[in-house]
């Protein structure tokens, strides 16, 4: 049971509020002006305070900075009749735990209820970490240690006595990037320069100068020598991202590099050498792109010497833990913020989701959860509400009118946050007058 104190001028709020949350079993006191509630507070013991901005006497937001300059402050939701920009950033800026505009709608003033007790509750555990600590000192710390990742630290370590190069496969977001970089610090050239080029993000015509640079008037506008990111690199690394994207005449203009290490710039005469170590990245098939001509096979074979499969989240769920724990340290130290609790569910649910985007879509999902989180804590609710959000394909659609993909939305979107309504209609975007007509209109309920 807990102890919810009501602050409010108007004696019809404070019976109807004081009959709503006694029947769900809290013991309520009521406070009709401020001075009375302060008294109320210095005899102590209350988890939440529901409190009205504008009182007879003091100003609700004076109230709300005094409860907070004590010690274990009970959470506070403000209400307010005013739809005022000003207050409502000053309130949370003061650390309120929500802020409700009246009408009061019962159901989303019991559900911030809900939600800060459970924030209490979660408060008082010890901290799932996520301190401004560790990877600070280590930048670029790739975190695992499911079986795949110890299996790639091995090969990034068998890496560093030579200068092989080294092709890097993974879906989108699962850390190819990183592990390229990993490669390079590892190495016995650690110093040289570590060169990116982004196949995909260079227009044909720039590509090959770009790669291997051009001699000064070698094309209309190459006014200046200019030397490329080969040369660039020295005895470092040139990272090849997308190499899938990498246009076939200069696919084979790079095989020619790999077999003599020997280049010309665009218009150039001299053959220029370069022992940089190639590494490059795809989240491409380039075994199917090589057998429908697209991707130079030479050159495949030549890259895939050395292969490291980046393995989606989904295959070594085990590092989520770890890694969740690794991204709100980060998120932390970025933000300012000091989120370092999780509820009790939040790991295992990050743990069953799919995570098509993988390490960089858990990475946004917790700064969302950051942002969201009031106080210290990161709360299961917040979590489904993310994760709906970004999940929004709905599933076994027959046909896919307009309706249709509403109506099955709309259930898939109740479904997953368990009919919670006020819940639903945020995720949705929609008030909760909207969400419960189309209800109506589809017929929609609980499933058995
Ligand atoms: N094992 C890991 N430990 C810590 N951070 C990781 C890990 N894997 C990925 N990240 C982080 O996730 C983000 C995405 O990683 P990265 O850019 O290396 O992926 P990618 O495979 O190159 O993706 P894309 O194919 O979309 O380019 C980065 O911020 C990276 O630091
Ligand atoms: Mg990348």
């Given at each position: 049971m807990s102890k919810i104190l009501i602050v409010d001028d108007e004696p019809s709020i404070l019976e109807s509020l004081e009959m709503f949350f006694s029947e769900k079993g809290h013991l309520v006191s009521l406070a009709g002006d401020g001075r009375t509630a302060l008294g109320q507070l210095d005899s102590g013991g209350q988890d939440i305070v529901v409190l009205d901005v504008r009182l007879p006497d003091i100003n609700g937001l004076d109230i709300l900075a005094r409860i907070q300059n004590r010690t274990a402050p009970p959470k506070v939701i403000m209400i307010t009749a005013y739809q005022d920009m000003h207050t409502t950033i000053e309130a949370m800026k003061r650390g309120a735990f929500d802020y409700i505009h009246k009408p009061l709608d019962a159901e989303e003033l019991e559900q911030s209820v809900d939600k800060a007790l459970q924030v209490l509750a979660v408060d008082s555990q010890t901290p799932f970490t996520g301190e401004p600590a560790g990877d600070g000192l280590h930048p670029g710390v790739i975190v695992g240690q499911s079986r795949p990742m110890l299996e790639i630290f091995k090969i990034i370590g068998l890496l560093c006595q030579n200068q092989a190069s080294v092709l890097i496969q993974g879906e989108?977001?699962?850390?190819k990037e990183l592990i390229a970089r990993s490669i390079h610090r590892n190495?016995?050239?650690?110093?040289e320069p570590f060169v990116t080029l982004d196949c995909s993000a260079v227009v044909e015509n720039l590509m090959e100068s770009e790669l291997f640079g051009h001699e000064k008037g070698?094309?209309?506008?190459?006014v200046q020598a200019k030397p490329g990111r080969i040369e660039l690199a020295g005895r470092g690394t040139l990272f090849l991202d997308e190499?899938?994207?990498?246009p076939l005449a200069l696919q084979g203009k790079l095989l020619g590099f790999l077999e003599r290490r020997e280049y010309y710039r665009v218009g150039g005469r001299v053959p220029l050498a370069s022992h940089c170590r190639i590494i490059a990245a795809t989240n491409r098939d380039l075994t199917a792109m090589a057998k429908d001509g697209r991707f130079k096979e030479d050159l495949y074979y030549r890259l895939k010497v050395v292969t490291i499969n980046a393995p989606p989240l989904r295959e070594r769920r085990s590092d989520i833990h770890l890694l969740a724990d690794h991204f709100l340290g980060k998120i932390n130290r970025e933000l300012g913020t000091a989120v370092t609790k999780v509820q009790e569910g939040v790991i295992q649910r990050l743990a069953v989701h799919p995570w098509t985007g993988n390490v960089r879509e858990l990475a946004n999902v917790l700064v969302e959860a950051v942002v969201r989180a009031r106080g210290r804590v990161i709360l299961l609710d917040d979590v489904e509400d993310i994760l709906a959000l970004n999940h929004a394909a709905p599933e076994g659609l027959n046909g896919f009118s307009l309706p249709n993909v509403e109506r099955e939305h709309i259930r898939f979107t109740l479904e997953r946050l368990g009919w919670n309504r006020t819940r639903a209609s945020r995720a949705l975007g929609i008030s909760m007058p909207t969400l419960r007509s189309k209800i109506r209109k589809y017929q929609l309920a609980p499933a058995e």
């Open positions: 989108t977001g699962t850390g190495s016995l050239f650690a110093d070698a094309f209309t506008g190459a190499i899938g994207e990498l």
